[in-house]
């Protein structure tokens, strides 16, 4: 008798605990309606991290002798920790989708498709085109650091610029625009046009029920449906998802000219009407779904160390600050990450 009450007292405490731990399955809801930071990264802003307003445009496409294309610049940052806990677990993202409202009122038009980059080129290059829509569109993308800083230490009102730079250069931010190249990269799409090449955004911001080249009205919210299916981007939500905090850009190529022009606006966490629960800051809603554990040389979370983690580790060669393919968190990807790789490989 006493046998059988120890066995069914372990079986139903054993019961207990099962139903408190979630399952590999379970699909966690993250909803955050307000960002830990946003910020109107430009270079005349006197006021970061405080600005009630943020705006997103590009710089003079005909006088391209300073400013990056992209000159203003939005960033946010979404922190995330206290719902998706951070640990062990690997995640998969299987939605996200970020949202802001319009400050301003029937000056803007909607454009829901990229453009081509040809068509920010100055006047009398050869390669230039016309826009072939009404409209610039805002673009959602990731964030890239230079100048020292990380996703976990630049702030609200960090440095614009890195230590010497002048903030009127093009390529000094120290927190950009960036999003993936052929090789994988992050890389900064501040002036892509300049460059030469067609950024791999994230988003670009959609509003519900307007049409092509209609103006938007002022509280009109645009959503961002993220590619979570691509890889590159799946990996970069999924480190900031084990960091506790994801940084997003946006921004645009809207044509202005020196002190004029109709560009988008759009309030921001520090904003009166937010405050008082008449307007929205940025909004940010992911599914986000646990997976089982995989080894740290299992980049992707496979289930097997292979070719696959093995072209990821090798398009991070090099500086590579936070991550995962840096096994001993030394600041770079080099032959000692290489060789764990290589030794894991098929496990």
């Known amino acids: 008798m006493q046998h059988s009450r120890s066995h069914l007292i372990s079986a139903f405490l054993s019961c207990i605990a099962a139903s408190t731990l979630p399952s590999l399955a379970d699909v966690i809801d993250l909803q955050l309606n307000q960002p830990a930071l946003d910020r109107w990264m430009y270079p005349f802003n006197s006021t970061p991290g405080t600005r009630t307003v943020l705006t997103t445009f590009g710089s003079d496409r005909d006088n391209q002798t300073q400013f990056d294309s ?15 806990p951070i640990g062990s677990v690997q995640y998969e993202i299987i939605q996200a989708e970020v949202s ?21 080129l100055p006047a009398g290059d050869s390669r230039r085109v016309n826009d072939p829509d009404a409209g610039q569109p805002i673009e959602l993308a990731g964030v890239g650091f230079r100048g020292g800083f990380t996703a976990a230490t630049f702030m609200e ?17 120290n927190a950009f625009a960036a999003s993936f190249d052929n090789a994988n990269n992050l890389v900064d799409m501040s002036n892509h046009p300049r460059d030469g090449f067609q950024p791999n955004v994230f988003a670009v911001g959609q509003v519900a029920g307007l049409s092509a080249g209609q103006l938007i009205a002022q509280d009109t919210v645009m959503t961002f449906q993220v590619n979570v299916a691509d890889a590159n981007i799946q990996n970069y939500l999924r480190q900031g998802i084990q960091a506790g905090r994801t940084f997003f850009s946006l921004s645009s190529l809207t044509f202005v000219a020196q002190q004029a022009g109709n560009y988008p606006a759009f309030y921001s966490k520090e904003n009166a009407y937010v ?29 097997i160390v292979d070719s696959a983690d093995l072209g990821s580790l090798l398009g991070k060669f090099g500086p590579c600050a936070d991550c995962a393919a840096d096994f001993n968190k030394d600041g770079f990807v080099d032959s000692s990450d290489l060789g764990r790789m290589l030794g894991a490989f098929g496990q």
């Open 100 to 120: 802001i409202s319009f400050a301003n009122d029937m000056v803007v038009q909607y454009d829901p498709t990229s453009d081509p980059w040809q068509m920010f």
């Open 157 to 173: 009102n960090s440095a614009y610029a890195v230590s010497g730079a002048s903030y009127l250069s093009p390529g000094v931010r």
């Open 70 to 84: 992209r000159d203003g610049q939005i960033l946010l940052a979404f922190d995330t920790g206290a719902i998706v």
């Open 275 to 303: 405050q008082f629960g008449l307007a929205q800051a940025a909004h940010l809603k992911m599914k986000v779904q646990p997976l089982p554990a995989c080894i740290p040389e299992d980049l992707n979370c496979s289930g």
